[in-house]
Structures are given as structure tokens and as C-alpha cells.
């Protein structure tokens, strides 16, 4: 019932930023809880980020915290991840997720419902 499309990745040297945005389809967006994933080859699916549905509430892995940001313009329909201080361990595909979840769990890939094609980012060093 959503579809999600990510852009935004690409290129870039180590210390360097991207943003990353996701789109959703259809007049219920704001009613999901929105999560970013990310993939590297031969590794398992790890968590990001997430926003709340208002964007009250924003979670973000270790890894992330402090370089990462996740928002949301329920207007537009869009989750954006700003990535700053980008590392080579950055590099994945990243992934953007809807679902419906709570502050007790939002960090496992069952906790979402939908999922985008991905979008992939590559840091050099």
C-alpha cells in the first residue's frame, strides 16, 4: 500500500556529507513511523535512524549519533537523512522503511512494514 523511493546517494570523500531522502506514495504518510537501514556487502541489515510520526521522537544508532540527522516534511510526504563526517565504514546501500513501532523497540528490520529499493553511498578515504 506505500511505496518508498530513496535518492540521494553517491560519491564522496571521507569527512564529506550527503543528504538522503525518501519518498512515500499515497495521503497516509503521516501515520508511519519512519526508519533509514543501511547494507554492506556480506553484513546483515543494521539500523540508522528512525522518526516518530510527528518527528517528536528521533533514535539513531551509535555509529551515527552526532553525525546523522533524521527529519521529516509530512507535507512533502519525505524522510531526509543528513549525513555529515562521512567515514569509509559509512559505505552501504541505505535503506528507507515505514512501519509502526514504539521507544521500546524501533531498531530491528521486523519492526517495519515497508521498504524502499535503496539507494547506495560510497565514502572514500
Known amino acids: 500500500q506505500v511505496q518508498l523511493v530513496e535518492s540521494g546517494g553517491g560519491l564522496v570523500q571521507a569527512g564529506g556529507s550527503l543528504r538522503l531522502s525518501c519518498a512515500a506514495s499515497?495521503?497516509?504518510?503521516?501515520?508511519?513511523?519512519m526508519g533509514w537501514f543501511r547494507q554492506a556487502p556480506g553484513k546483515e541489515r543494521e539500523f540508522v535512524a528512525a522518526i516518530s510520526t510527528s518527528g517528536y521522537r528521533t533514535y539513531y544508532a551509535d555509529s551515527v549519533k552526532g553525525r546523522f540527522t533524521i527529519s521529516r516534511d509530512n507535507a512533502k510526504n519525505t524522510v531526509y537523512l543528513q549525513m555529515n563526517s562521512l567515514k569509509p565504514e559509512d559505505t552501504a546501500v541505505y535503506y528507507c522503511?515505514?512501519?509502526?513501532?514504539?521507544?521500546?523497540?524501533?531498531?530491528?528490520?521486523?519492526?517495519?512494514?515497508?521498504w524502499g529499493q535503496g539507494t547506495q553511498v560510497t565514502v572514500s578515504s
Open positions: 499515497g495521503r497516509t504518510f503521516s501515520r508511519y513511523d
Open positions: 522503511a515505514a512501519g509502526d513501532f514504539n521507544s521500546a523497540t524501533y531498531a530491528h528490520t521486523s519492526d517495519y512494514d515497508y
